[in-house]
């Protein structure tokens, strides 16, 4: 088991040491920011503050460090081009519009490129059972940090919570910031990798390759053929992220659940993008706090007619009936949490009926589709898997554990029954 670190008192004596070292010229003319552009190619380092926090972008795709602020240049799991640079964590202290390191020798980023190797890709950490992290659900969903080992530090990128009795990720917590369009020409891991730690033991990756052998034993096998099949569906995506080195910690088995092929890749893929294109494009703050998750147990009915729970293996790995995305924006108050229907083989009248019944009183998909750029969503097509939505007002939302995690989201910001955002006229 991992465990977070901090700086030892060396290291925070460099930094003092180099922080109070003022040369003269800065001296006279007065100290400049320094400034980096996104890491967004398919080589790209990674970059944290001295806290081990991934920066804000401003200006489009600039990174600024302020006069006497430091980061670290890392790149983990691979090896930097550069001689002398620590793939560990390199300190980078700015000085005048230009970093140091420790021993007061000028750094240079613009050449700086990290080769990863494939086979060890992405190079993640996890640490478990953080006592300020809180799951909701039962006993055995357990808050796992997902990110890198930095120097002395961590610097976290997803917050999963994993239900271990079932092995399902009730949900993962993550933050869209502007400029994630900047990142264009990112390479994914290898597709049959994915990371598994000591969350996830085994070799379980031939769980979603036996899929049609899992229904057969279940009796619904029929459902199954070359163009509808399930498929690992991220619970953060790629897209969504930011910085290269963020995007590969999405391929963590502890991020994905069973979902249907050409649900994902329509009306989600839609949903996933309109969330990014309202940060990006809409004047609602710098970032969104994202929770997208997992609920209840999909079910097919069998040759008999009789509904079956679906499970990948041995009554573990369920396929979710509903997926679901909270997306809260926090410098507004505003957000909504919307919900997808992973069954392409149901029938519209039934789904909405569920929905109203069980999940939220008032769907408000349609109010909202031109202010969140959901224009292209299309619940006429069953297989495109139905989407709805609902405001993050706790006394609308039926269903219990949603509730529960919507109320603790919205207390961990100070604030109750959030209006949805809505795009603001003259």
């Not at 006279?28 to 920011?33: A, E, F, H, T, V």
């Not at 990128?157 to 369009?181: A, D, F, H, W």
């Not at 998750?293 to 009554?315: F, I, R």
Request: charged content about 20%; aromatic content about 14%.
């Amino acid at each position: 088991m991992l465990k977070e670190r901090s700086f030892t008192s060396a290291t925070v004596a460099v930094f003092l040491f180099i922080a109070t070292y003022i040369p003269e010229n800065i001296a006279q003319n007065g100290p400049r920011p320094c400034s980096i552009d996104v890491p967004s190619g398919a080589r790209s380092f990674l970059i944290v503050d001295e806290n081990y926090q991934f920066p804000k972008v401003q200006d489009g795709h600039f990174i600024y460090v302020e006069h006497m602020g430091a980061t670290y240049w890392a790149c983990p799991g691979g090896q930097f081009t550069t001689p002398g640079y620590n793939v560990n964590g390199q300190v980078a202290n700015c000085r005048d519009a230009t970093h140091y390191n420790f021993q007061y020798q000028p750094l240079t980023y613009k050449n700086l490129s990290c080769i990863l190797i494939e086979k060890t890709r992405p190079d993640l950490a996890e640490i478990y059972n953080n006592p300020n992290i809180r799951c909701e659900g039962d006993s055995y969903t357990t808050p796992v940090e997902v990110g890198y080992n930095i120097n002395r530090g961590f610097a976290r990128v997803l917050v999963i919570c994993y239900q271990m009795t079932e092995r399902i990720p009730l949900y993962t917590k993550y933050t869209i910031n502007k400029g994630t369009s900047w990142l264009q020409d990112y390479l994914p891991p290898p597709s049959n990798y994915f990371f598994a730690g000591d969350l996830i033991s085994g070799d379980v990756t031939h769980v979603y390759s036996d899929v049609k052998a899992s229904f057969q034993e279940l009796g619904v096998s029929q459902y199954i053929n070359e163009t509808y099949f399930l498929q690992r569906g991220h619970l953060a995506s790629s897209d969504e992220l930011l910085y290269p080195i963020q995007r590969d910690a999405t391929y963590n088995l502890a991020n994905v659940a069973p979902q249907w092929n050409t649900f994902d890749e329509s009306n989600w893929y839609t949903l996933e993008q309109a969330v990014i294109d309202l940060v990006e494009n809409e004047d609602v703050g710098d970032n969104a706090t994202v929770l997208t998750g997992t609920l209840k147990v999909a079910t097919l009915n069998n040759q008999n007619g009789v509904p079956v729970e679906l499970y990948l293996q041995d009554g573990r790995f369920p396929v979710p009936r509903w997926f679901w995305k909270i997306v809260y924006l926090p410098d507004l108050q505003f957000g909504a949490i919307f919900f997808g229907y992973n069954n392409i083989y149901e029938s519209k009248i039934k789904v909405d009926a569920e929905f109203l019944n069980d999940i939220c009183t008032v769907d408000i998909l349609e109010t909202i589709r031109g202010s969140w750029s959901l224009q292209l969503i299309d619940n006429s097509v069953a297989t495109n898997g139905f989407i709805y939505a609902c405001a993050l007002k706790p006394d609308q939302i039926i269903e219990p554990l949603v509730r529960e995690i919507v109320t603790n989201t919205l207390d961990e910001f100070g604030t109750r029954n959030v209006e949805v955002f809505a795009k603001r006229t003259k």
